[in-house]
């Protein structure tokens, strides 16, 4: 079995999973929701994911080269911080609170490469049961089955958590200032900085930005339901296994 193809079907059959997971119809005639959450909330969320946690396996290959380069970030957040010295402004704004701000935003930003490594434990473990594709929601299903339940809720987790970032109105507006400015500083810098440094951190920008607009458009009421659907949505699922 050849690894990279597998991957690349369980990486389409993942996506086909979420896709019909996440009909409107279905959720209605399952879950409590309230009006404001209606089938255009919902394809907007089906689509949030599919863009920016489970993209396409035709984009993968420059997405993770990119997160591979924001990770070195999240890992060590004193690397941004020290860009920021040269900001005055956000300096004096945020004070002492800057890395406290800072560090919530890359911790968000986890996210993608979650889900990147979720599929991995997918592929190994498809690769030691030989279990051939094309990767339909059954073949999907046996192989979630054999994940610890332990791993799976801690990747849930990671979901949530960026939902509660983007929840924290005024929290995810510092956030988005302050990744916008040091996005600016290091195109200023091209010569000091990749062009996977920088792109990873834009498409992290993308991630709390289209998110943030996400949920911006629902009463702030509706906007915890809508985040804790899409645990119930995914804890429910795991649970009819």
């Known amino acids: 079995m050849n690894k990279e193809r597998v991957k690349e079907g369980i990486i389409n059959g993942y996506r086909d999973f979420i896709f019909d997971r996440y009909q409107f119809e279905a959720i209605k005639e399952k879950y409590d929701i309230p009006v404001s959450i209606d089938e255009s909330v919902l394809s907007e969320l089906r689509a949030y994911y599919l863009t920016h946690v489970y993209p396409e396996y035709s984009e993968r290959q420059a997405l993770n080269e990119a997160f591979n380069s924001l990770d070195k970030y999240i890992q060590q957040p004193q690397k941004l911080i020290a860009i920021l010295f040269d ?120 991630l709390l930005d289209e998110g943030d607009a996400l949920l911006q458009q629902l009463p702030k009421k509706d906007q915890q339901r809508l985040i804790d659907l899409i645990t119930e949505i995914e804890t429910d699922m795991l649970n009819d296994l």
């Open 87 to 206: 900001a005055s402004k956000l300096l004096f704004k945020y004070g002492r609170s800057l890395p406290k701000i800072l560090g919530t935003g890359l911790k968000a930003l986890k996210t993608f490469k979650s889900a990147s490594n979720f599929e991995n434990t997918l592929v190994k473990d498809a690769l030691q049961k030989k279990l051939e594709g094309p990767y339909d929601e059954e073949k999907i299903k046996v192989l979630l089955k054999s994940i610890p339940r332990d791993e799976i809720d801690a990747f849930i987790e990671t979901s949530h958590a960026l939902f509660e970032t983007l929840y924290d109105r005024p929290q995810v507006k510092k956030i988005k200032e302050i990744i916008r400015y040091i996005i600016a500083v290091m195109k200023k810098n091209s010569s000091r900085y990749s062009k996977d440094q920088i792109k990873g951190l834009e498409m992290g920008f993308a």
